[in-house]
C-alpha cells in the first residue's frame, strides 16, 4: 500500500453543515471514509488530517514528507492568501495536487488565483468529494 496524505485546510471541518449548495451534503468524516475506502481499493493507504491553522497545515506538510509518497491538498480559503504554504508545497520534495470541491473558477473573482497551484503538480476542482477521489487516480497513475 502507497502512503498518502489527505490533507483538508480551514473551514472544511464544518463541512455539510457549511454552505451545503455550494460544498454538498456529506460531513468531512463522510468524506474522509469515503476517500480512504477507495483509496484502499486504489492500493493507498489514506491519512487524513484537517486544521483551521495556517502553521499545522506547514507542519503536517513537513511531516508528510518523511512518511508520505504524496499529498491531497485542499488548502481551503488559504490557497489565495498564503505564501507560507505555497513554500512548504515547494519545500517538501514530493508530488502534491491541489484539489477543492467547488468550481474556484465559477466564482468570486478572488477565488480565481491560487497562490499553490504553480507548486503543484496539478489541480482538480468542481466535482464535489470526487475531486479528492480523482486526485488519487492521478496519484494511481504516477505512483503504482
Ligand atoms: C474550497 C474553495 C475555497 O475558495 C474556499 O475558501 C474553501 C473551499 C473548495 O474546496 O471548494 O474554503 O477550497
Not at 503543484?120 to 487516480?137: N, T
Request: hydrophobic share 45%; aromatic share 10%.
Amino acid at each position: 500500500m502507497i502512503p498518502i496524505l489527505v490533507l483538508h485546510g480551514p473551514n472544511l471541518n464544518l463541512l455539510g453543515e457549511r454552505e451545503p449548495g455550494i460544498y454538498g451534503g456529506l460531513s468531512l468524516t463522510e468524506i474522509n471514509d469515503r476517500i480512504t475506502h477507495l483509496g484502499n481499493e486504489l492500493g493507498f493507504e489514506v491519512k487524513t488530517y484537517q486544521s483551521n491553522v495556517e502553521g499545522e497545515l506547514i507542519n503536517a506538510l513537513h511531516e508528510a514528507r518523511k512518511w508520505a509518497k504524496g499529498v491531497v491538498f485542499n488548502p481551503g480559503g488559504y490557497t489565495h492568501t498564503s505564501i507560507a504554504l505555497r513554500d512548504a508545497v515547494a519545500a517538501i520534495g514530493i508530488a502534491v495536487i491541489e484539489v477543492h470541491l467547488s468550481n474556484v473558477y465559477a466564482r468570486e473573482d478572488f477565488r480565481r488565483g491560487s497562490l499553490v497551484a504553480p507548486v503543484c503538480k496539478g489541480g482538480i476542482c468542481g466535482f464535489g468529494w470526487w475531486s479528492y477521489v480523482l486526485a488519487l487516480y492521478a496519484f494511481q497513475d504516477m505512483l503504482c
